[in-house]
C-alpha cells in the first residue's frame, strides 16, 4: 500500500488547478444510463473512485472512452441490470444506478453498497422513494431487488432530513417516470443543481434543483449530451485550508468559493484572504497563527461534513480553543487520534470536539481511515515540523487527483512511496 512522506514547515506558494468534483462527477456518470444516446462529461477527475463507477457501468453495457478529462458514455443498450457486489461494495455512490436501471429497464438488482467508514449510512430513504414511485422491492442477501414493469409514476416525496443521495436518486429514476413528481426537503448541494443541469440538458423536466423543492417532469426518453461538471469545493476548501496551515499564497485555477457556502466566511474567520480572480480564487494567509472558531457541520449551504476533518487539522495550530459539531454523521471523528499522534489537543465527546490550538505540530507516521479524513493528516503534516508518512493514500487516490504533484509544483516536500 503506498505512503506519503510529508516534511512539513514550508509555505505554499503557486497555482493549483481545482479538478471537476468527484461527488458530481459520480452522479452524472450514472445519467448515461438513461439515455441510448452520448452523453459527454467534461472536467471528469482521474480518480480511483470515478474508474471504480466506470467499471460497473461498463458491465452495464455502457461503452466509455476517457480522453484528458473528457468521458464519453454511451449506453446504447443495457447489457445487465445487475449491479454485483463487489463493484458497489467500495464505494457506496454505485448504488444510484438503481434508479436509472429500474427507470429505463423496469428493473435491477444492486447490491447494498459500501463506502467510507463513517457511521451506518443506510439506504432507507432512497429505497422508501423509488417504493413511492411504484416500485416493487424486496431485500435478500444483501441485494435489492426493485421491478416495475409498467414504468415508475411520478409521486410526492417529502423526506423526514436532507439527504443528497436520495435526492439525487429520486431525480435520476423520477426523469423518466410517469407525471410529476415533487421532493420536498430537497438536499441542495450544488452537486445537485449540476445533475439537474446535466440532465435538463438531456431532455429532462427538472425545476428547483438547488432548493428544498424539486419538482420534476417526467419524459418518455432522453437523447445524449455535453455536460461540464462543476468545480470540486472540498478540494477548494482543502486547499485553503493547507494554506492556512503553512503560510503562503495559492491561486486555486477554477475554483468557485460562491460553492463553500458557510466554510467560506469560517475560512476568512480563520484569518485567510479568500478572493475572487480572474478564473480562479486567490487564498492568502494574513495571520501569523489562524484563529480558533467553531464550526457545526450541516447540509448547504452550511459547513460541509466533507470539509470538517481539514477544518480540525487547521484548527489544531491555530490561536485558541475551537469547537466542532458533527452533526451529519455519527462516527466521523476518526482522524482526531491520528492528529493527536502529531501533537495536536483534541478531545471527543460525543458528536462534539474540542480543539485547543497548540504553536506546532509534529511530523509522526500515521494512517488515514477515509477519503477526507486523509486530506486532514496531509494538512497537519504539511505544517508539522519534521516528517510525517501517511499510510494507506488509497484513501486519497479515491477524492483529490494528482494531489501529491499539485502540492510539489507549489513548494511542499511530499512524495509518494511504493509498497
Ligand atoms: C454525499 C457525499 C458525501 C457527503 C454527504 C453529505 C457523494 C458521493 N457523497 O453522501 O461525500 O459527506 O453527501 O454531504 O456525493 N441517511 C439515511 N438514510 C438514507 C440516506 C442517508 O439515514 O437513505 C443518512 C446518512 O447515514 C447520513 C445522512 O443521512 O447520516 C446524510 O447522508 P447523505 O446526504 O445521504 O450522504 P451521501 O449521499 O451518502
Given at each position: 500500500m503506498d505512503k506519503l512522506a510529508i516534511i512539513g514547515g514550508r509555505p505554499l506558494y503557486g497555482v493549483i488547478p481545482i479538478s471537476g468534483a468527484k461527488n458530481s462527477a459520480l452522479k452524472v456518470m450514472a445519467a448515461s444510463l438513461l439515455s441510448d444516446q452520448e452523453l459527454t462529461l467534461e472536467n471528469v477527475p482521474r480518480l480511483a473512485d470515478v474508474d471504480m463507477l466506470l467499471r460497473l457501468l461498463n458491465q452495464h453495457g455502457v461503452a466509455s472512452v476517457f480522453e484528458n478529462s473528457t468521458l464519453r458514455l454511451r449506453a446504447k443498450d443495457i447489457a445487465s441490470t445487475e449491479a454485483p457486489y463487489d463493484l458497489v461494495r467500495k464505494m457506496r455512490a454505485s448504488f444510484n444506478v438503481l434508479g436509472p436501471l429500474l427507470a429505463r429497464e423496469g428493473k435491477a438488482k444492486v447490491s447494498l453498497p459500501g463506502g467510507c467508514?463513517?457511521?451506518?449510512?443506510?439506504v432507507d430513504l432512497h429505497l422508501k422513494a423509488l417504493g413511492a414511485m411504484g416500485a416493487d422491492i424486496e431485500l435478500d442477501e444483501g441485494y435489492v431487488f426493485a421491478a416495475a414493469p409498467d414504468g415508475l409514476k411520478g409521486a410526492d416525496i417529502s423526506f423526514p432530513f436532507v439527504s443528497v443521495g436520495a435526492t439525487e436518486h429520486v431525480m435520476l429514476a423520477a426523469v423518466l417516470a410517469e407525471g410529476r413528481t415533487v421532493i420536498s426537503n430537497a438536499a441542495r448541494e450544488p452537486e445537485i443543481a449540476d445533475l439537474a443541469v446535466c440532465l435538463n440538458a438531456m431532455g429532462a423536466g427538472i425545476a428547483g434543483a438547488g432548493t428544498s423543492t424539486i419538482t420534476i417532469d417526467g419524459v418518455k426518453s432522453l437523447s445524449g449530451a455535453t455536460h461540464r461538471v462543476l468545480p470540486d469545493r472540498i478540494e477548494t476548501g482543502a486547499y485553503a485550508m493547507a494554506v492556512g496551515a503553512t503560510g503562503g499564497e495559492l491561486t486555486l485555477k477554477g475554483a468557485d468559493g460562491s460553492l463553500l457556502g458557510a466554510g467560506l466566511s469560517v475560512l476568512e474567520e480563520t484569518g485567510l484572504l479568500v478572493e475572487p480572480v480572474d478564473g480562479g480564487l486567490k487564498v492568502k494567509k494574513q495571520v501569523d497563527r489562524c484563529r480558533a472558531v467553531d464550526i457545526v457541520t450541516q447540509p448547504?449551504?452550511?459547513?460541509?461534513t466533507d470539509l470538517q476533518a481539514q477544518f480540525m487539522a487547521l484548527l489544531a495550530t491555530a490561536d485558541g480553543v475551537s469547537r466542532i459539531k458533527e452533526?451529519?454523521?455519527?462516527?466521523?471523528?476518526?482522524?482526531a487520534p491520528e492528529l493527536a499522534r502529531m501533537g495536536a489537543q483534541i478531545s471527543v465527546d460525543g458528536q462534539t470536539a474540542t480543539v485547543r490550538g497548540v504553536p506546532r505540530l509534529k511530523g509522526a507516521p500515521v494512517m488515514a481511515t477515509d477519503l477526507r479524513a486523509s486530506m486532514s493528516l496531509v494538512i497537519a503534516a504539511l505544517a508539522a515540523e519534521g516528517q510525517s508518512m501517511v499510510n494507506r493514500v488509497y484513501h486519497l487516490d479515491r477524492g483529490f487527483e494528482r494531489l501529491e504533484d499539485k502540492l510539489a509544483d507549489c513548494g511542499a516536500l511530499i512524495e509518494r512511496v511504493k509498497d
Open positions: 467508514a463513517i457511521g451506518a449510512r443506510p448547504f449551504p452550511g459547513v460541509a452533526t451529519i454523521f455519527e462516527n466521523r471523528f476518526m482522524h
